[in-house]
Each structure stands twice: as structure tokens, then as C-alpha cells.
């Protein structure tokens, strides 16, 4: 938490429309002039690597599909406002009585749940790409890339530094020793 008075808040959304209801909120607030109360709209995602058609992809992954946390001083037409967005289904709410009324209230994050989600983002975010699979020898795998895709056989040798490793595969009836990256197998 970052100034007094601003807290951490979780809006529902709607799941896949998080990033477009993103960019409305924070055009919004710059429009109303309300920068001074709102400091971050995040979207908690990581990236993900895969292989599509022989190569490696990138794409983000959301951690928490459905949210939107907002760093925020709420003040009344504020919360209107947000609750109000397309695609917005509200905050994270409890029931309170106020002034003998009963209300719904946003809920802000505890500062640990607050420390652990921009935690496991600061993490991410300064992590390189990084793959956890991970491979012995004498584990059977398949090659899912380059010319001898879809062979299949056992490690011999694994170098983690370089992310390689040394498989043997049968080839015309002969083992015959292929050195790929870890991207080019996967465990059978």
C-alpha cells in the first residue's frame, strides 16, 4: 500500500473481456480526472511458453480468470462508476449496516493476500522464460519437433545449463544418438 487512505479491491468481471475492461476503467479515470485516487488496475497473468507448428510461442496466461484488482481511494460517484463498467458484475462485497441501513460494501484485500498476488506478479515479471519439466536419464520421450518429429526413445545424457539433452531413437533398426532442447520432446 502505497499512499494512506488507498487500498487494494477486487472487481468480478467478465472472464476473457478482463483486459478491454482494463483499458475502459483507466480511460475513465483519466477522463474524470480521478489519477490522484486510482494508482493501479492490474490483471494478475504470467507468460506461458508453447510450441505451435514447430515454433515457440508466448502467450499470458491469467492467474485469477474473472478479476480485476484495482488500487483505490473509493469515493462515492467512484464506486458507481466501477460497478457500473460493461461486463463489470461488481466488487468483492460484504453486507454491513450503515446508518441502519444495510449495505454492500467493497471488501479490500488483507495487505498479505495484497503482498502475495503483486508478490507472485514481481516474480513473474522478473523471472525469464523458464521451463519445469524436468528430465532424467533413461526416461522415455517423444520428439515433437524438427525432422524426426514423432520418434520416440530413451534419454542418455541431460544438460540443464543448456537446456539440451541426448536421445536415442531407432532409425532405419539403429539406435542413433539426436542432441534436441527440451522443447523439442515431451515425457511419453
Known amino acids: 500500500m502505497s499512499e494512506t487512505g488507498k487500498k487494494w479491491y477486487v472487481l468480478r468481471a467478465v472472464g476473457g473481456q478482463e483486459k478491454s475492461i482494463k483499458e475502459y476503467i483507466e480511460s ?3 477522463a474524470r480526472g480521478w489519477s490522484n ?5 492490474l490483471i494478475p497473468a504470467e507468460k506461458v511458453y ?3 507448428n514447430g515454433k515457440k510461442v508466448s ?4 492467474f485469477f480468470p474473472g478479476y480485476i484488482i484495482i488500487e483505490a481511494e473509493l469515493q462515492g460517484e467512484m464506486i458507481h462508476m466501477l460497478r457500473n ?3 463489470v458484475s461488481g466488487f468483492l462485497e460484504e453486507e454491513r449496516i450503515v446508518n441502519g441501513v444495510r449495505k454492500k460494501i467493497p471488501v479490500p ?3 498479505a493476500e495484497v503482498n502475495r498476488i503483486l508478490g507472485k506478479v514481481d516474480e513473474l515479471a522478473a523471472s525469464e522464460e523458464e521451463l519445469e519439466v524436468a528430465f532424467y536419464a533413461g526416461e522415455a520421450v517423444k520428439v515433437i519437433d524438427g525432422p524426426f518429429n514423432s520418434f520416440s526413445g530413451i534419454i542418455e545424457e541431460v544438460n540443464e545449463e543448456q537446456k539440451k539433452i541426448k536421445v536415442m531413437v531407432k532409425i532405419f ?3 542413433t544418438p539426436l542432441e534436441l532442447n527440451f522443447m523439442q520432446v515431451e515425457k511419453v
Open 85 to 87: 463498467v460493461t461486463g
Open 59 to 62: 502467450r499470458e496466461r491469467t
Open 50 to 52: 508453447q510450441i505451435k
Open 37 to 41: 485516487y486510482v494508482s493501479q488496475v
Open 28 to 30: 475513465e479515470i483519466a
Open 109 to 111: 484485500l488483507r495487505p
Open 173 to 175: 533398426g539403429r539406435q
